[in-house]
């Protein structure tokens, strides 16, 4: 059963307002983040707007360096923007005080690098069960539950398994399970699949599909792969600081093909 985030985070806090609100996982308006790099500023993102709803998995398609990457941070709340806001089930996460923002990260939120930040010298179930010992659950029962996560990402019997002797493709489920332990409603993943073989692509691709489904995720992947962002049920595109939705996307929301 999925644990519900806190109070004041929880989807079921939406506001009543309009019907698309109370649908909308992730709600952004006028999002623009600028920064100084020696005498230049620099605006990854420049008045973006965009809604998720609930079940959506979108992907998000841009060059290098067009802000995908930032924009994810913010959704995560992980950085801040300079104008604009970001509404998680209808409440703007610059309400949040520091303990709700770090519950919001810990409980809502799931999210998976490109390069899978994995602790090389714990154990696979040791980097799962991560951020269930960070909101104080205890170690014993932590690593049963990381467990199970590993048998879903398709990795039975690698739980004591050290991570730095696991592969590429390996390593990126034990970062998708380390994401998802927690059951968010909100998974993020940044490029997840560009560091793989074609191999291991698509079978990480296939999994975050399957799990994205079977755990009632809602989800959004920044990537450069146009062929896997046109499974997604719709595209966005990111450059020069502007977000347009492409007509590429190929499924209905929410689930098949």
Do not use: C
């Not at 960070?134 to 590993?150: N, P, S």
């Not at 990480?204 to 896997?228: D, K, M, P, Q």
Request: aromatic residues 4%; glycine residues 10%; charged residues 25%.
């Amino acid at each position: 059963m999925r644990k519900q985030p806190s109070a004041g985070v929880a989807l079921e806090d939406a506001p009543a307002g309009d019907v698309p609100d109370r649908h909308s996982v992730i709600r952004v308006e006028g999002l623009r983040k600028s920064f100084h790099s020696g005498d230049q500023q620099i605006v990854p993102l420049d008045g973006v707007d965009f809604s998720v709803e609930r079940g959506e998995m979108i992907s998000i398609v841009g060059p290098s360096g067009a802000g995908k990457s930032t924009l994810l941070h913010l959704l995560a709340a992980l950085d801040t923007p300079t104008t604009g806001a970001v509404y998680f089930a209808g409440n703007s996460l610059q309400d949040f005080q520091e303990a709700e923002l770090a519950e919001y990260r810990n409980r809502s939120v799931g999210f998976v690098w490109q390069r899978h930040h994995i602790l090389p010298d714990f154990t696979a179930a040791e980097n799962v069960a991560m951020p269930l010992l960070v909101r104080g659950e205890a170690l014993d029962g932590a690593l049963r539950t990381a467990e199970d996560w590993l048998g879903e990402v398709g990795l039975v019997g690698r739980a004591g398994q050290r991570a730095a002797e696991l592969s590429g493709g390996e390593q990126q489920r034990v970062a998708i399970a380390r994401a998802l332990v927690n059951q968010p409603v909100l998974l993020l993943a940044d490029e997840p699949t560009g560091d793989l073989d074609e191999r291991n692509r698509e079978a990480v691709f296939e999994l975050i599909e399957r799990l994205h489904r079977s755990h009632h995720l809602t989800s959004i992947l920044a990537t450069h792969n146009l062929s896997l962002a046109r499974r997604t049920d719709r595209v966005f595109s990111l450059e020069h600081g502007k977000l347009t939705e492409a007509e590429m996307g190929a499924r209905s929301p929410g689930g098949g093909v």
